[in-house]
Nanobody, 124 residues
Framework: QVQLVESGGGLVQAGGSLRLSCAASGRTFSNYYAGWFRQAPGKEREFVSAINRSGSSTSYADSVKGRFTISRDNAKNTVYLQMNSLKPEDTAVYYC?????????????????WGQGTQVTVSA
């Protein structure tokens, strides 16, 4: 019911910034919670951040609190992840995801729709 496409990944030096975008189509995006996950080679998929339908409630992994900001623009059917003060340990493929729900969830199992991922590489 929802298709997601991430963009904005790339190579950045430690301490730098990137903004990831996730464009949604197929259904009214405002009906869905959204989140970002990441997966580094050899590691499990990890929760990064999530946001409710209106954008009034957000959640962050401890590892990114104070550095990353999730937001959404429902008029543009897009969710964003602003990443500041990037560290080499942030290197991963970042995925956007969405689900129909009533609260912000942080487990990947809860998310029904996934993008293809975008690579973020942070050089030391």
């Amino acid at each position: 019911q929802v298709q997601l496409v991430e963009s904005g990944g790339g190579l950045v030096q430690a301490g730098g910034s990137l903004r990831l975008s996730c464009a949604a189509s197929g259904r009214t995006f405002s009906n869905y919670y959204a989140g970002w996950f990441r997966q580094a080679p050899g590691k499990e998929r990890e929760f990064v951040s999530a946001i409710n339908r209106s954008g009034s409630s957000t959640s962050y992994a401890d590892s990114v609190k104070g550095r990353f900001t999730i937001s959404r623009d429902n008029a543009k059917n897009t969710v964003y992840l602003q990443m500041n003060s990037l560290k080499p340990e942030d290197t991963a493929v970042y995925y956007c995801a969405a689900y129909s729900g009533i609260k912000v969830l942080t487990t990947s199992r809860a998310y029904n729709y996934w993008g293809q991922g975008t690579q973020v590489t942070v050089s030391a």
